[in-house]
């Protein structure tokens, strides 16, 4: 997924009279958000945070400096009077992507950077943090600041996930295989009642963002679509049901799979999930908890695009389109998980629940819809409008946040994106069909 | 685009009891689209027909006798008793892409086949005719095997196109830059009136083929969309108009271009569309009709969907969807233009002329549409099923057909599609607007 | 090999007197030596001559074409007083690598050129023929004229050997597997002898040419070599040796291989010669006489110095220098082979006779010898000059000249060159051992 | 360079009964040895230590870690009854090369090893040093034993020539071009004298190691060669020089360059020697010491094979064979420089002195011999023979050391070889010419 990134318009403020509610709330999500980072860092040594696992991934340290830069570059430099920046090299150091910004580090050489140090990255954060602490006492802060603190703060979130995503794809690559976090789970998990369906009207339905609180700019305009009947299954494909598709040689059959999948497929090797391995006694897998028997009972994960349009093929279903899952989540509360070692794995369903489940905060569940602009869509003003919607092409939307997704940071209309390839995200897949 | 073919499912056929209308009618629709590929192969040498420009188009002969091979394939031995293929080592030289009719000579290496001859293809088309004729007057054809001889045609149909895009490619890369044919118009054209606007109301609206005659699957099944108010241009972007969006720097502003396309201009250094040269005195560009200077009232061709995009991006404006320009050719005539030197370019649009024009038989129109199923879509059965659907990612719809379309090959719901980055085809773009 | 080729000096002539036997032999020679290119292009349709095999072969025609333009670039233009250029642009088409001489068609698209036709090359070359027979009648030659006609002898020479392996190259990927030439040998060579060896003493020797009679400029100076005591077999490795080496494992064992050569095999996975594979009933192999069981008696060709090197590895022996080969020809007379189909395929070994057999004429034998600059050496003046010298790195010396080397080029003082892994020519190898 | 190892044979020990000046000295020296690499280490961080700069370098902690298992696989396992290996899984991880020992991390993915920490590997540093003195104290050394220490002595003295080259290589390609050491030199260097000539007869004389103390199989065996009478340079070619090549066009002069050099000069863009930037004022150059401008004294270094042969070219001259080399340094001392920041950057020479500078200890001398085996070449038995054979190809020999490379390390008929288009190595030359 891309980072959405702004570049404010100009650099006035003035002197504080008054606090607010408000304000005095965001300052605490702000300060909460940058703990959690450095929390997320914390089980990992220095040298852990300093290596890229792939050109794909970034280092922990590097996420750590970039999201702090974002603060310093879009928001204190604008917004609090007489702010020095910590060191001028570290734009060239942690800018990510904005070519208005200037030269930067070549994104596959991230990895490269052992200077500044991980105890300097930290001391950066610390300066940062103070910085935004004197401009929310100090200053009155204008609706564009405010936005920009907003702003900041979700796009920290989105680091968090990435922090931990590429944490992931490096110890995977480590002969030692190490956790990140010792699991609190000691016994396996019940197997998730048999598969169910939900079905929904067709009909024309309104979806996308209306505009109270803070959303990324793809995720509107609010608009029509027209939907046919469908209905969803209650729960995702689990690891049981993804062995039953190996077992029956789902990698191995060319008519399930999208030509290009099975070229990639062919050319890659693939014969199961990113991270597992086939071994005596049954499948293996890294995760954020360690080297560990593949869990049955778990939502599968770690799946391309490819791999799930193939497994609903082979299942004689498809996937739901971005609508028809928003329209499934209608009326479901966005539930939080618990930051903590077992936040880091996806839960089974419940068998004892009815109606849909795990639609938030397992994994990203890929959708059949292609990420293209909303009727209507205007790219925001500036540095976040260019960086939405130049990546609709050739990727597709995902729905529902997963494990490794910060609290406070999924909604329903959140439109989440990768190529059709990827898979070292939390990404798995629920079945659709026409009714 | 992909090329639909299909393997027929049985043998049986019975003695002729007498001859109807339609079949005569379709027997010579078959003599005369065979009759076509030859005389578009006539202007060529024999050793013109057997160099593969890229790995992405084949050889003239190739064309020729694949087209032939399908004949013998999934019509001749499965309808005509008796019959003896021409050559079994044939099967292996021809096929294009059948895994489950078996091995084949791969597909970037169908240059290196100077065996068998252009002259010997030659006989085996003459030798594969004759049977189709026997087959046409001796046997009781079933709705299936008319059906293959329908399909039969338009794969043809398309396979003369191909040969079309695919020598202008060998054209373009020889240094004495041959004119496949000569040009009869020794004068400029007129240029276009001012670009125009025809509004379309919104609403529920059908698409899709309907099921009368023949089409491919992907255009199937006829289904509802809704659509919003727009509006479309009366004509297609133009040579002039390009060279204009070139000289205000279009290839060099990175903010015109989705991601992927920018990434593709700055590898490949793309500074104008294909075959164009910058020269003293004005861009020169390679031609169905040699090498000539860009003619200003022309629509533009040989350009990716990523340029089409960007250009759109710089007037302000955007492409229109799929099914937006089938709207738009609700009521207009499928226009057929006469063969000949002068069909191998795209003609400007009359300046004197009201509505919409040059929307079919000029240049494929890129959409905003991402070629996914239409809702319910059901791959045929067999080897046609398999073809269609399996291109259903990354790639974006065209409309219209272009001036190396056959005639009789194009229609409304027609969808062609191709990756975004492709531009050997006659490829253009019209602009669409919301209101 | 590299073509070593010339710019001559300028353009003066005179008027000619008398004619010498010398010239008159010049004459004749020059003669021949074109009519044998025509004669190898013969039984190729113009379909053949047009297709390139790969980037380092070269379509047959161009042959045709550019050791014609040899002719008429650095001979006929600066010594045939009013000799018009046949076609301005045949010089970007059939210049090879002469930075000096101006742009030329890239070397990977040589295989594009449909145009001109090979009729018009036939037309091409008896036109420069037809001039080069007037300045032989008109024209005093000076001795630099002289030069170069000996010298483009010798070029066409080099290309008529690389005419047949690029011929040999392109059949190998054609699925019809045509033949060259039939075969006129009906029965299968006797075996040879057993492989016996020749001693020779050390002490210091001359190598390299002395200079009289035409030579490149990399096979001088003559100069001292101080050689060792060594012993040389009798005879090439045959198939059948070959074969006890590729069923003892010697392709899947690494500490036979050099480590660049084992890389090599790992990445291509070579598992035998070139054009070999494995069928049941043994070994077949793709000849300029067609498809055919590879003949044990016949000595093994088409294999890589890194083949080569591991072969002699595993028998416990190594590979001569180029000088005890050079030592061990010392006495050997140069034998010529008759021009035709049997002169196509390496000559088994007499088993009946006595001493050092094969060594001109059945297959370039691999040396030790790092093809470097003779002691002294200096490049001809030039771009003769240019093109020896610059290619002394990273290959290897072979020695001897193959079945498909032209009568009269040999000698014993040629260096060929290749990188070590090539092995499209008709390369092999023989033992040698200390004593 | 390949690192020369070994497997030995067996383990058997016994019990010690006496201690020897030899076994103290040879004590001495390994101890010597080890702690000169943790020295080399105490200025890098332990992030600098993780992080590998590029798929042919490794991270000094792999580095610090491999020459210690080295002596636990080779020497401690074998001949120390009761060792305990310090972690079983290390062996994966810090093997290197060697087939027969077993898999091994991927050397491209030498630097994903976060973990173990480069504190831990400092505790089996200590682990190993404690058991290696346990070793000389309480056991009576064989023969083979001892010989092996040896061979790990020089072997971890490689391996602190690399870590020295890799942190170089890491160091330049970050942004903030970290220091490695604070020079101590505060002027600039004198210029050296104008470069003169030494001659050398010609004559039959003999080289390579003659087998007393330690060497390396492929110095030997001793054996004759033939010399012509020749002159070397006094001097290597100083940056000074080496600018006067650039700014007469050399890098873009054709003419001057061999075939695959060019070729290499052309895709890479390569406008200087590795680490040089062109920047206002004059070249600035990356080094252990920090980023700053070239010293026109100090010898030119970090250029290719292909570089030095083309300035040789352009010079008029030639670079020595490695032969020419060892007679000149047939009556030189082995100069060894202190260890120091001033050790790591070439020294100039001294213009007051007379005869042959430069010979040892300031960067390793290209010369014009392909790396070979010598006449009667043996590999050693073992592993040790397996890896300075296999890579006699495509190399080239260089001399005499450079000022990263350790005190007593170097030697007269030392061969050191790189492909000839490596530089990330103290790389430079001295001219040579006929007489």
């Known amino acids: 997924m891309s980072i959405s990134e702004a570049v404010p318009a100009g650099p006035q403020t003035q002197a504080k009279d008054q606090t607010t509610p408000e304000n005095d709330q965001l300052f605490r999500r702000l300060m909460e958000t940058r703990r959690v980072s ?5 089980p990992l040594s220095d040298e852990d945070q300093v290596v890229q696992a792939n050109p794909d991934a970034s280092p922990t340290k590097w ?9 310093e570059a879009f928001v204190l430099r604008s917004f609090l009077p007489g702010y020095r920046v910590y060191d001028e ?19 596959d ?54 922090l931990l995503t590429d944490i992931l794809a490096l110890f995977s690559d480590e002969p030692l295989k190490p956790a990140y976090r010792e699991a609190k789970m000691g016994v396996a ?15 024309i339905h309104e979806f996308g963002h209306g505009g109270d609180g803070f959303f990324y700019d793809n995720e509107g305009p609010r608009h029509e679509e027209l939907i046919r009947p469908f209905k969803l299954a209650n729960r995702c494909i689990t690891n049981k049901e993804w062995i039953a598709f190996i077992e029956d040689g789902g990698y191995e059959t060319s008519t399930l799979w999208l030509s290009d999948g099975w070229s990639r497929v062919s050319r890659k090797g693939w014969k199961g999930p990113l991270y597992w391995d086939e071994a005596e006694g049954g499948f293996m ?22 791999e799930a349009d193939a497994f609903a093929r082979w299942a004689g279903k498809r996937l739901p389109s971005e609508f028809e899952w928003e329209l499934a989540a209608e009326d479901l509360p966005v539930k939080g998980r618990t930051l903590g070692a077992d936040h880091l794995r996806p839960m089974p369903a419940d068998p004892k629940a009815n109606g849909l489940q795990q639609m938030y905060g397992d994994v990203w569940e890929w959708t059949a819809s292609a990420y293209l602009p909303y009727p209507g869509f205007k790219p925001a003003v500036g540095a976040v409008g260019e960086y939405n919607g130049k990546f ?42 026409d009714i």
Chains 1, 2, 3, 4 share one sequence.
């Open 392 to 433: 609709m092409c050739n990727q597709f939307v995902l729905k529902g946040g997963s494990c490794a997704t910060p609290e406070g940071h999924i909604r329903k209309t959140y439109r989440n994106f990768f190529y059709p390839f990827q898979r070292w995200q939390f990404t798995g897949l629920r079945l659709a069909a």
């Open 38 to 42: 450095l929390d997320l860092a914390a």
């Open 109 to 162: 050489k991230r990895g490269l950077m052992t200077r500044p140090s991980a105890a300097e990255v930290r001391s950066y954060r610390a300066y940062v943090d103070e910085a935004l602490e004197r401009m929310f006492t100090d200053v009155d802060l204008s609706d564009e600041a405010l936005a920009l603190v907003e702003l900041g703060i979700n796009h920290e979130q989105q680091h968090q996930e990435l």
């Open 63 to 71: 996420h750590l400096a970039h999201i702090t830069w974002f603060f």
């Open 189 to 203: 998990a019940d197997a998730p009642g048999e598969l169910t369906w939900t079905s929904f009207d067709g009909g």
């Open 89 to 107: 090299k570290f734009e060239y150091c942690f800018n990510s992507y904005y070519d208005t910004v200037g030269e930067r580090q070549p994104r």
């Open 285 to 306: 897998q890294m995760t954020l908890l360690g080297y560990r028997p593949v869990d049955p009972a778990a939502p599968v994960t770690h799946i391309s695009f490819f």
